[in-house]
């Protein structure tokens, strides 16, 4: 059973910067795409990055290009996501998620952890 733990969440000004984890278990995840997605209040789930377990493809979201960028530590089994110049409409509950893929395509049922909240003040 597929296990996703998300961490590193917190309150920071705009401007500043964060780095989430995701600690990854209960499988080996090659063919994997491991993905970060976020949702604000009242709005859809959108997302933002994503990676493919062997390193070589990865995807970001347009209003995310040139701030974020997304990495895995295979040897962790962790997922991570920096995120620079952090403005308020980053404020969200940030998932990570992951299933078989072609590429960073999704093509079978995702696994999501529990989300963690971050919130950039103006």
């Known amino acids: 059973q597929v296990q996703l733990v998300e961490s590193g969440g917190g309150l920071v000004q705009a401007g500043g910067s964060l780095r989430l984890s995701c600690a990854a278990s209960?499988?080996?995840?090659?063919?994997?795409?491991m993905e970060w997605f976020r949702q604000a209040p009242g709005k859809e789930r959108e997302r933002v990055a994503a990676?493919?377990?062997?390193?070589?493809?990865?995807y970001y979201g347009d209003s995310v290009k040139g701030r974020f960028t997304i990495s895995r530590d295979g040897a962790k089994n962790t997922v991570y996501l920096q995120m620079n110049s952090l403005k308020p409409e980053d404020t969200a509950i940030y998932y990570c998620?992951?299933?078989?893929?072609?590429?960073?395509?999704?093509?079978?049922?995702?696994?999501w952890g529990q989300g963690t909240q971050v919130t950039v003040s103006s």
């Open positions: 998620a992951c299933a078989v893929s072609a590429g960073t395509i999704a093509i079978g049922p995702r696994s």
């Open positions: 209960g499988r080996t995840f090659s063919g994997f795409v």
């Open positions: 990676i493919s377990w062997s390193g070589g493809n990865t």
